[in-house]
């Protein structure tokens, strides 16, 4: 393959990877010579930062539910001791089964949420700079390798 022709495949990969009719009213989006093969600003910018906020508000959710899950019990042990007979007291023994395990499964899915979106913050601030240092380290002179 010579190099004019590798050059312009990469052109034309960076062409179909714009999205220049979604483009930003206020900057940003679009392609040309400011995206990411040819000048200053890339299209795409990725970072740690919203995943691991993500993250934070995930684990306070999950810690709120626990709270509450404990909460709910707390209240309920209270309740048995000086309304028995009373038929909103059966109503409310009849239910607590349910809330019990829908704040449980809210917990959980926000602990796996929290950790998965820590990890996918980390990938982020630490895989992407790699291997865009290892891309930027790979040495391109006006020969191709095949032809060293």
Known sequence: MAWDEWERLKADA??????????????????GPSGSFGGSAPDLVASKG?????????????????????????????????????ASTAALNEILPTWENRLASVRDECDRLQGALTRTGHDFGEIDPAVAREVNDV?????????R
């Open 14 to 31: 960076a062409q179909r990877m714009q999205i220049d009719h979604l483009a930003d009213p206020g900057g940003g989006g679009g392609g």
């Open 50 to 86: 919203p995943w691991l906020k993500a993250s934070g508000v995930a684990q306070e959710l999950q810690t709120t539910t626990k709270s509450g899950l404990t909460d709910l019990k707390t209240a309920h042990e209270g309740l048995k001791g000086g309304t028995g007979g009373f």
């Open 139 to 147: 040495k391109i002179g006006s020969t191709p390798d095949w032809a």
